[in-house]
């Protein structure tokens, strides 16, 4: 029934209707992988459980929170060749995720940092829990978690950061390594603040434009999130009504004589059907969560825009402040003033000062104009350096949403067209038994 | 004689009370012996009626405003003056229709439709669903064999207005009057019941607090979510649900009729009064005869029109739910295939 176009894809995805969200987020691990970058050629990565701990916190409190397992081994080279090498592993919780992250973020301000999965369940439909607690939600925590790690893994700057090395190797010590860092002091308050509007005069066109595109992105997959978790609670009411005619059938057949088995058996297809809704949802899930990992991407690619915007506006700040003092050098030198200013003023009111106060003073511009021309240089290096770097990973990640996301719908549709077909199977079953009533 | 029925005092809607009045006999159109019930039986089968329930329209007057909905009849029967009728009936005038039929048929089953804790009365959905109810309730008439010949029935289809003929049952009063004195008779009950009806008994008891079930499911779904299973099969179990209503009455009719007749003839066997009394007993036992297997008959009817009934509203909501999931594949299928093609002609065009 597939109508095969013909061409070899990569993606094991063509031919396949039964794709299952594990088969799914392996094929993301080998398109990734096939990217190849110099740490993926070296080691497998995966976050391959979680438990629960308690301890103190910093305030002395006991608390409970989840910790995930990181396993890291030699890729394989010999393929099939004797059993895997023992994986090395250590334990991480969320909260140290978030810090590698802040560090990423803060280090390399050009670059896009791939997402964490979300700190809480947003966009629930009404049967998921909201509890963090809850192993549904911590087991995709889990696939997130490994996800973020791999997606750092194959970034072909990202990858050879030595912090990220040792947060994957290093389970003591690491927390104070990253502090020693001192990336802290990098961090710029006013990129925090999502309102600050930097006026600038000349933005670089295609970071304003690739902002707009990131805003428009995440408004529509909010949308589509949220219209997603209606849908999903008005079917799963279908379904499970379905179930409750079905006990109804069921206890009914037992008094009847002739209608006994008919009624019996439509009450087990009702049970049947009803029972799909849960695999169908938590399927569903997986690419609700592919979504939001695009969703929080949005603010990632929205931070380097405004990073932009603040270099560029530095430098047109430096610009701006050159041209003044040049041109109070301009008035100094010939007397004339041109644009008002207070020494302007009071010399006017006051008199003139001497020639040595001139000559000193317009020796002091000097020194600050040729400082000035130097800061110059530096942030128009800083940000030509700053486009050009971040305008590559722009395209790279560009060309894997655009990848990623097309995928991710085949197999969404993939994933459908199986349930319709189960569905279809079930009440065609469900007819022939009532065929016979 | 006076044949006495029991009350059933149910007041779900001001319109509906079913009461019997004193003074009714068996001769409405219903037989007198077992076989002529057979004959009646032949002889219509092979005249046709079809009847149609539409157009629901709203009727204003002074006092009230109400709906009403055209009755449409085709038939070939010689009994009927012309082969076509069309009259605007309201609802009012269906539960006559049903309490005329129960009274001159006291132990058939009459189809139910009045339905409980109805509170929008005229929004469109509600005016459809009842629409579809009084159909339904029309072709149970139709089909079955004794009641489709019922003069009652003619009259509701044929008559311009029905106040007239309306006017003939009883004033409310006497029939109140009446079922003081059913009640009490009742409280005495049947001696020994034969047992195909305590069969009968026992499973509309079952029947009843199985299906009770299908009610709560019904009031908590939204109407939207299954449309497919509202408007197919809810209705036709919540029909049956209401048929044991029906036949608890019925049951219940049919016990009183045994009753008296063996009241009736404890009293004569105690008294010795010979000739006057033994023909009224005789006539009562045949009553009993006569009702018995005429609720007999039915009562397989019945159970045979449940069976298809059931199958056919099940092979209905499998075959949409089949269609709506045919539907859906075959926009995924369309979309999956599209996306494909797009693919390999990008794949054409990066290649070198």
């Not at chain 1, 707009?212 to 849908?231: F, G, K, M």
């Not at chain 1, 110059?376 to 290096?381: C, M, R, S, V």
């Not at chain 2, 044991?244 to 009293?267: G, W």
């Not at chain 2, 709506?324 to 693919?343: D, I, M, N, P």
């Amino acid at each position: 029934m597939m109508a095969d176009s013909g061409s070899n894809e990569e993606v094991a995805v063509i031919g396949n209707t039964d794709i299952s969200s594990t088969e799914t987020e392996s094929n993301i691990i080998n398109t990734m992988v096939e990217r190849g970058t110099a740490l993926l050629r070296k080691m497998e990565i995966n976050v391959a459980e979680a438990e629960k701990r308690t301890g103190k916190n910093t305030v002395n409190m006991q608390e409970t929170y989840t910790v995930y397992l990181i396993e890291t081994r030699p890729a394989e080279t010999v393929p099939g060749g004797g059993a895997p090498a023992a994986p090395d592993t250590l334990w991480r919780r969320y909260s140290e995720f978030e810090l590698l992250r802040t560090f990423l973020l803060v280090t390399y301000p050009y670059i896009i940092i791939p997402p964490l999965p979300e700190k809480r369940a947003e966009f629930q439909w009404h049967k998921l829990a909201a509890d963090n607690l809850d192993p549904d939600f911590v087991e995709r925590r889990r696939v997130g978690l490994e996800n973020f790690l791999l997606r750092v893994a194959s970034h072909p700057v990202l990858s050879n950061d030595k912090i990220y090395f040792l947060f994957l190797t290093e389970e003591k010590g690491w927390r104070e390594a990253v502090l020693e860092t001192g990336f802290q002091d990098k961090v710029d308050s006013r990129l925090k603040s999502l309102s600050a509007m930097f006026r600038v005069k000349n933005p670089d066109k295609r970071f304003t434009a690739m902002k707009q595109y990131s805003d428009e992105l995440n408004t529509v997959i909010s949308q589509l999130l949220r219209v997603r978790a209606r849908v999903a609670d008005r079917l799963y009411g279908v379904y499970k009504v379905h179930g409750n005619y079905g006990r109804v059938f069921s206890e009914w057949s037992a008094i009847e004589k002739e209608m006994g088995d008919g009624l019996q058996s439509a009450g087990h297809h009702m049970d049947t059907y009803a029972a799909q809704i849960d695999d169908i949802l938590e399927e569903e899930e997986h690419y609700a969560d592919q979504l939001k990992e695009y969703l929080f991407y949005t603010d990632a690619v929205r931070s380097v825009c405004k990073k932009h915007e603040l270099i560029q506006y530095e430098l047109e700040m430096a610009a701006q402040e050159l041209v003044s003092k040049k041109q109070q050098r301009e008035e100094l030198a010939t007397g004339t003033v041109r644009v008002f200013s207070l020494k302007g003023m009071t010399s006017k009111l006051f008199g003139t000062e001497s020639q040595e106060q001139r000559e000193s003073r317009l020796a002091a511009l000097e020194q600050s104009i040729q400082e000035g021309e130097e800061m110059l240089k530096e942030k128009n290096t800083e940000c030509k350096e700053f486009v050009q770097m971040a305008w590559e990973d722009i395209e790279r990640f560009k060309e894997q949403k655009d990848k990623d996301l097309r995928e991710a719908l085949i197999s969404y549709a993939i994933m459908q067209i199986s349930t319709c077909k189960k569905g279809i199977q079930v009440w065609s079953n469900a007819k022939d038994c009532f065929n016979k009533m | 004689m006076s044949a006495q029925f029991p009350a059933h005092l149910d007041l779900e809607e001001e319109e509906d009370l079913e009461v019997f009045s004193k003074n009714t006999s068996l001769t409405d159109g219903g037989p007198s012996s077992p076989s002529s019930m057979m004959n009646q039986y032949r002889e219509e089968e092979e005249e046709e009626l079809f009847i149609t329930v539409d157009h629901p329209e709203s009727h204003v007057t002074a006092i009230e405003t109400f709906i009403t909905y055209r009755v449409m009849t085709k038939t070939s029967r010689s009994d009927f003056d012309c082969s076509e009728f069309e009259v605007r009936r309201r609802y009012q005038d269906f539960l006559w229709l049903r309490s005329t039929l129960e009274e001159n048929h006291p132990t058939l089953i009459v189809h139910k439709f009045v339905m409980k804790g109805m509170v929008e009365r005229f929004n469109d959905d509600f005016i459809e669903t009842r629409r579809r109810a009084l159909q339904r309730f029309l072709d149970k008439i139709r089909d079955h064999p004794l009641l489709r010949g019922s003069p009652s029935l003619k009259v509701f289809l044929t008559a311009q207005d029905l106040a007239p003929h309306r006017k003939q049952t009883p004033s409310l009063l006497s029939r109140w009057g009446g079922t003081v004195k059913m009640l009490s008779q009742s409280l005495r009950g049947v001696r020994s019941r034969p047992e195909e009806f305590s069969l009968m008994q026992d499973y509309v008891e079952q029947l009843s607090s199985k299906i009770c079930s299908v009610d709560k499911i019904c009031s908590s779904e939204t109407q939207s979510c299954t449309q497919h299973l509202s408007s197919v099969l809810i209705p036709v179990l919540h029909d049956y649900l209401l048929c044991a209503d029906t036949l608890k009455a019925v049951m219940k009719r049919r016990d009183n009729i045994q009753a008296e007749y063996e009241a009736k003839r404890e009293a004569m066997e105690r008294r010795g009064d010979q000739e006057q009394q033994e023909e009224e007993v005789q006539a009562l036992q045949e009553k009993v005869e006569v009702c018995n297997s005429s609720l007999q008959e039915d009562w397989s009817r019945w159970r045979s029109s449940m069976r298809t009934d059931l199958k056919t509203a099940l092979l209905s909501t499998a075959e949409n739910n089949m269609q709506h999931y045919e539907k859906c594949l075959a926009v995924w299928e369309t979309f999956l295939l599209s996306q494909r093609e797009e693919g390999s002609e990008q794949k054409e065009e990066d290649a070198p």
